[in-house]
Structure formats: C-alpha cells, structure tokens
C-alpha cells in the first residue's frame, strides 16, 4: 500500500499537480473512488479548491499557448472544470493497475487522456 501511495505522489508530482489537487488525489484514495466516481470526485474537488482557474493557466503554459489560442483553451478548460488534469491522473492510475511502463504507458495515458477529453 505505501508503494502505491508513493507511486502516485510520484505521478502527481510529475504532473505537475497543484498542491490541492494531490490533496483530492488522496481523498479519493482514501475513498477508494475509480473510474467515473473518481473523475467526478477529482472535477468538483478541484473546483472546490478553486484549482480550475489555476490548473488551467498552469495547463497552457504547459502546452506554451499563447495569444487567442490561450484564451481559447483557458476558457474550454475552467468550463470543463480542469477535467484533463483529472483525467491524466485517472489515466496514469489505469496505466499503474496495467503495469505499463515506457513507451506502451506513455502511448496508452495520451490515448486515454484524449478519449477523455483531454
């Protein structure tokens, strides 16, 4: 169990969570939440940080977005609620049940964060 909660403070921290959102992170951990619970869980605890406008600048400036396309995707992004920051780490926490590393992980998280809107 401590392995698994250190691999996901890993994830997070690669992900470049917000403080906050590793907090949900570990609510719902502690809830034992996966799947659409888990997404829904991590979308309004986020939002209840208020770490939706703040995900997702962190988000663009990730993607280096600039100008109208920035604002575009910050806009698209505070709708959603922040929901690609939550569903990368759902996607990273399937990537881990499967055992996937290297270039079969990274492949199959950018898949599922795609499909799920990401």
Do not use: W
């Not at 994830?11 to 609510?27: G, I, N, V």
């Not at 100008?67 to 959603?80: L, M, N, P």
Request: with cysteine; glycine share 10%.
């Amino acid at each position: 169990m401590r392995t698994l909660a250190t691999i996901l403070t890993l994830a997070a921290a690669a992900l470049a969570l917000p403080a906050h959102a590793a907090d949900c992170e570990a609510q719902a951990k502690e809830k034992k939440l996966a799947g659409a619970a888990y997404n829904s869980f991590m979308k309004k605890c986020t939002a209840d940080a208020g770490g939706g406008a703040a995900a997702c600048e962190k988000q663009a400036d990730d993607k280096k977005l600039a100008g109208a396309a920035r604002t575009s995707f910050i806009t698209k992004c505070e709708k959603d609620g922040g929901k690609p920051a939550a569903a990368g780490a759902a996607c990273e926490q399937q990537a881990d049940a499967k055992k996937l590393a290297g270039a079969a992980r990274t492949s199959f998280v950018k898949k599922c964060t795609a499909d799920a809107g990401g």
